[in-house]
């Protein structure tokens, strides 16, 4: 009888093992294949982060993370419709990625060397370039952060901030305790409540978090940015293709940008001499189909989507809610003295 | 027997003897499942690996030795194991979630057996006022999904409490201030022991009198069997652990000092309320976490104690009447321990369940095994499958050394049958 239980315990646990062979066949044919096979595209996004991923009033996804994803749908496909949103928590988002639940993860995650190298993952680009910052309550009357020794700090578990923190006050050799939450909900209600005296996340987080506070006025964030975190898309290693067609989507955006062409004059700018933007709208060469796609592939992102510049001011931008200013940010273009920076098609 | 039966069938033998012999089919067909469950699980475990190889992924438990680099919040498994970044490695932040997940699902189970056993009693109560409370009690807390109720206990316990910078709660009662706890949002504050040298020897003398007071009530018991006799045993044994402690701590020149928490009213803001690492504390997320798993599981087990106590038949309580036993002897002797022999088993899936549920810590900052191992550790490793089945293990454990217990329980409160 107990002999049996345990056989059957054992049994349930090489079923959840064998679970892990399923996508096999799909890894084979190229992530680029199956996708096409199936029709849409399968983002992870995050639950629910104001300007980078997070449901509207009407129940669609919108962010610049999200828009991401329906320019690949767009060069994919050629309908920035086709792409299906799986909402990750930063605890699950890699391993949905390496189990194939998703074919391409969105969802604001910092590039760092382990996660490029260890997790069998690769980076495709940068699509903002993040900071972690701090938020205080003003009432404490902390002007910067080397006034923090003895604070307790509300954060995300899973995520680099963890680490980040912990290396900052190391460095500086302060005390603190650190509350970390599943959830930003749980985290932003902690904070709110007074449990800790420092939210600490990416500077963008914080700016979207802090609208859900009872009084965000009476917030302050700390000018110090403790860490780089470059955010961006993320495919699984080993896939050339698929990988290809990621980074030279967010390519594609940035060098529209560069060259003046947007959703709006895209149309005319398909009968353009100018042989950059004849190269980038695929009237001249076999940019697209080099790369398994439509020659249009990048006419079709411009136009379904926007380029970069476009999904940032709609998204994140002055005159959105997270107010980040992008003029004099490291996320300007190159040209303006940013680091949105993207290789040439040629 | 039955290999005797085949043989006289078929004297010869041969292998049609050996297939006709339900001894030696038998064992030929566990034989075949034997292969076919280690066939299978080779075919696993290749799979696995050969995907984890096409994932370009690292494998093995060498990420145990590796230091880590994030902090944990102050519980009891920081007080028994030092966790401070880089210099804790994997295999310590394991421990520290074991630890904390133990020690939440221990402390959850002897509260919610204490609350569900007087639950249970009161749903029986004769008392309108009694019964009604315990009839609310257990449709309201069973019929909440656990997490929202943990959420929920965290966000009042948050909210009720006093600010960091406050001293504690001022308890009084009828206008007679009783004192301040020292409770605020940052946690419970108490003093910490400090063991002296000499301090083993208390420990010693403190076991010793355990055993002693156990001899006691043995040859008490056996006295009472041969004479009739009764001994106030759990009295004298009770005396003799705490006299024989506290002489021994004495003479030992009283090798424990307490360390009381500090609070700082002055300086910069940040530096004012309960100074780190003086004293201990017992976080709000480990109070909400425990008290809402207790409070969820003793309404169950309320039910079984009732249903227990229900299933004694009332000729029972009649006959210890007629012997003339009291209502509480009656109630000790008679009615519960045979109630006892329908409690135990459900208890025990109650018990399981409330491990199992204490997982749902991470959702309020509880650094439990989970939390921390397979929540920020894992992100930094990065290796689902071993991490994830070290803490299916640790559950594994926890629940078979649990059922092992009540089991043997089980089997002492049995009706021994003569």
Redesign the interface.
Known sequence: MKLRSA?G???A??LA??A??AF?AA?NEGTLGAVEAKGSIQCGVSQGLPGFSNKDDAGNWTGIDVDYCRAVAAAVFGDSNAVKFTPLS??ER??AL?SGEVDILSRNTTWTM??DT???LNFAGVNYYDGQGMMVPTS???TNAM??????I?TN???TT??NI??FF?TNNM?????????AD?VV??YD???C?VYTTDKSGIAAQRLKLADPAAHTILPETISKEPLGPVV???DDGWFNVARWTLNCMINAEEMGVSSANVGEMMSSTNPGIARLLGTEGTFGENIGLANNWCANIISMVGNYGETYEANVGANTPLKLAREGSVNALWTNGGLMYAPPLR | MAHDIGREKDEGGGLAALIYDPKARGLLFQIILLLAVIGFFAWVLDNTITNLAVQNKKSGFGFLEEKSGFQILTTLGTFLIEARPGQATYLDIFWIGVINTLAVAILGIIFATILGFMIGIFRLSSNVILRGFATVYVEVLRNIPLLLQILFFYIVVLRLLPGKREEGMQVGLFGIDLGTIPLNITGLYMPFPVLGEGFGTVLMAFLGACVLAWVVAWLAKKRQEATGQQFPSFWVGLALIIGITAVAFYMMGSPLVWEHPEFRNEGPILRRGYQAGVGSVIVPEFIALWLSLSLYTASFIAEIVRAGILAVPGGQTEASKALGMSNGMNLRLVVIPQALRVIIPPLTSQYLNLTKNSSLAVAIAYPDIVSIFAGTALNQIGQEIEMIFMMMMVYLVISLVTSAFMNWFNDRMRLVER
């Open positions: 056989m315990a054992l049994t646990l090489g093992l064998s892990t062979t096999s890894h930063a605890k890699f391993t390496s382990t996660r260890q997790l069998g404490l009357g902390v006034e923090l020794d003895g604070a307790s509300c578990t899973g995520t963890e680490l912990t290396d190391r005390s603190f305790e650190l509350v970390a939450f599943e959830k749980e209600a902690a409540s007074g449990r005296d699984r290693q080993g």
